[in-house]
């Protein structure tokens, strides 16, 4: 079954830039919507934004003017980046397939903004 | 783009029947039959328990129910037991957009 694994740095400084892969095994990451969430500790899911495999993107409104999502199909890869984080954007970081619901999702990886 | 409403908390006692609720704008839920539901257990990854407002991914119990009416949709767990306690997520489509809820605590007693 398809499986997602995110990966990157851990520790971001702030007003650097926040960058992310997800790594999908056991399916193509072809004909489908990717997308980034991520959940501060102790609070909900935030929707950061989806893309579709020929490069297509949207983004979360409150996030826009910060967010970069690409694809690479020929590693069955899709990254993010966050510009100019601050503490704000310390959260865990989910990747997940999206149709109209997310399924499956990635293990998370967490990610802190100090310097 | 507002995050929808879910009851902070909500709690019922083993065997008994709870129901959560998600209240959007006829943007999001009252817009689309995409409303699904997450159930998070603390340090894990969110699982899918229902999709398309009422169905069922294969391997989640037929304890779990949905439902839509309007702008509100609605997660129903019965026969509650101890392993459900978790917190539980609403998500809508909205376009070119998604949105969740809030997300809601259930205790089991």
């Known amino acids: 079954q398809v499986q997602l694994q995110e990966s990157g740095p851990g520790l971001v400084k702030p007003s650097e830039t926040l960058s992310l892969t997800c790594t999908v095994s056991g399916g193509s990451i072809s004909s489908y919507y990717w997308s980034w969430i991520r959940q501060p500790a102790g609070k909900g899911l935030e929707w950061i934004g989806r893309i579709y495999t020929s490069g297509s993107t949207n983004y979360n409104p409150s996030l826009k003017s910060r967010v970069t999502m690409s694809v690479d199909t020929s590693k069955n890869q899709f990254s993010l980046k966050l510009s100019s984080v601050t503490a704000a954007d310390t959260a865990v970081y989910y990747c997940a397939r999206l149709v109209d619901w997310f399924d499956p999702w990635g293990q998370g990886t967490l990610v802190t903004v100090s310097s | 783009q507002s995050a929808l409403t879910q009851p902070r908390s909500v709690s019922g006692s083993p065997g008994q029947s709870v129901t959560i609720s998600c209240t959007g704008t006829s943007s999001d839920v009252g817009g689309y039959n995409y409303v699904s539901w997450y159930q998070q257990h603390p340090g894990k990854a969110p699982k899918l328990m229902i999709y398309d407002v009422s169905k069922r991914p294969s391997g989640v119990p037929d304890r779990f129910s949905g439902s839509k009416s309007g702008n509100t949709a609605s997660l129903t767990i019965s026969g509650l037991q101890a392993e459900d306690e978790a917190d539980y997520y609403c998500?809508?489509?909205?376009?070119?957009?998604?949105?969740f809820g809030g997300g809601t605590k259930l205790t089991v007693l």
């Open positions: 998500c809508s489509y909205a376009g070119s957009y998604v949105v």
